[in-house]
């Protein structure tokens, strides 16, 4: 009986499919897709912070809109006449200066204000007031003003303090002014403002000369 040939079939491998070059082409392409993707993310992300920044900075700095500050810079006398020869109930004074008036204006856009008065008080007592013309005081600057001011002892019913300063050789005033106008942005936007002044003027008589001068 003949022997049968046994023949030995080995299992065949199964079937891989490696990839294509235009597989890994694609792959590549979608995660470099991606990258991108996360990096213009984050780009727009800190474009909109630093946009967020800049806003805010303008609206802390720029939109602000401030008080002006009014004050006297500086007094030049004219004439000055004081009379304390006599008792203290007839001490007198009579005096003509020019008083620099400064409004500063701190804020990004012009300040307009109208004609103001400033008055001049003795011992809570008006003795003298002046104009402030109206005018314009420019973004981030200071406009000066030259005021002619005149005051006198004629409205004072009890002179015997002042006999008393006089005779010390100083004299001491009270100025107060407030300005009205408006503070201009962009054209656009106005804001009211009204700031004041308070401001104490210690003259020197013997020497007829301002002696010191502090303003509020």
């Keep these: 009986m003949a022997e049968k040939d046994q023949q030995v079939h080995p299992l065949a491998p199964a079937n891989k499919h490696p990839r294509s070059d235009e597989e890994s082409a694609g792959l590549q392409a979608k995660e470099l897709k991606r990258k991108k993707r996360i990096k213009y993310a984050v780009y727009i992300a800190a474009f909109a912070v630093f946009q967020t920044a800049i806003i805010l900075v303008f609206a802390l700095t720029v939109m602000r809109v401030k008080n002006p500050k009014v004050r006297i810079g500086r007094i030049n006398i004219e004439t000055m006449e004081t009379n304390n020869t006599g008792a203290a109930a007839a001490a007198s004074f009579d005096l003509k200066f020019i008083a620099q008036v400064t409004v500063k204006n701190t804020n990004f856009g012009h300040y307009r204000f109208d004609n103001s008065t400033m008055s001049f008080l003795y011992d809570g007592v008006i003795v003298g007031e002046a104009i402030i013309p109206k005018a314009r005081a420019r973004a981030r600057s200071t406009k000066k003003l030259d005021v002619t001011v005149e005051v006198n002892s004629r409205a004072l019913t009890n002179t015997t303090p002042l006999g008393s300063e006089l005779s010390s050789n100083i004299l ?31 003259f020197n008589v013997s020497t007829r000369n301002l002696q010191d001068l502090n303003c509020k």
């Design 172 to 202: 001491t005033l009270n100025s107060q002014a407030k300005l009205k106008g408006k503070v201009e942005l962009m054209k656009v936007i106005k804001r009211n403002k009204s700031p004041e002044m308070n401001c104490t003027l210690t």
